[in-house]
């Protein structure tokens, strides 16, 4: 399977809402409880990619197979070197080497920017991701206990972070 990454276009709106909307009604991976609209969708993006921020996709066989973005961290000036960022892979394709191509993608144009680090935040459930992340070099900083509620109990909220 050959797999490339390229920036987001509007036209992938469809693809990625397949993904996005399926992690919000079957995972904890999105802490949302209401599926996303195509409107929604396109204006979020829209307001990272003004603000400068990259959005890009993985393709295979001309189909969106994963995404990813990173934008601010919290909305204070002095913040403006931070970075939160998500990748997501199709369910389809979990396990295929997408998160990994997307995350260099992502780690590298931040250090275009010159930004100074970059964080995520997992569900303390999906270790898989945790471990995925470690393997990047990102640290476990801070679990934020019950930071959540979906399916009908509590979250917790794991902080990686690494520095660039």
Do not use: C
């Amino acid at each position: 399977m050959e797999i490339s990454i390229r920036n987001y276009r509007n036209e992938d709106v469809a693809a990625i809402l397949e993904i996005i909307n399926y992690n919000i009604l079957n995972s904890t991976a999105l802490y949302d409880y209401n599926i996303r609209t195509t409107d929604q969708q396109l204006a979020i993006f829209d307001d990272k990619l003004k603000k400068g921020f990259p959005v890009i996709v993985a393709e295979s066989n001309n189909e969106v197979v994963g995404f990813g973005f990173y934008s601010e961290f919290r909305f204070r000036e002095a913040y403006k070197f931070t970075v939160e960022h998500s990748v997501y892979a199709h369910q389809n394709h979990v396990g295929k080497g997408i998160g990994k191509l997307i995350l260099t993608e992502l780690v590298e144009l931040a250090k275009a920017q010159n930004l100074h680090t970059m964080i995520g935040v997992i569900d303390s459930e999906n270790t898989s991701s945790i471990e995925f992340h470690e393997k990047f070099g990102f640290k476990v900083v801070a679990v934020i206990k019950e930071t959540g509620f979906k399916f009908d109990r509590w979250l917790h909220s794991v902080f990686v972070q690494k520095m660039l």
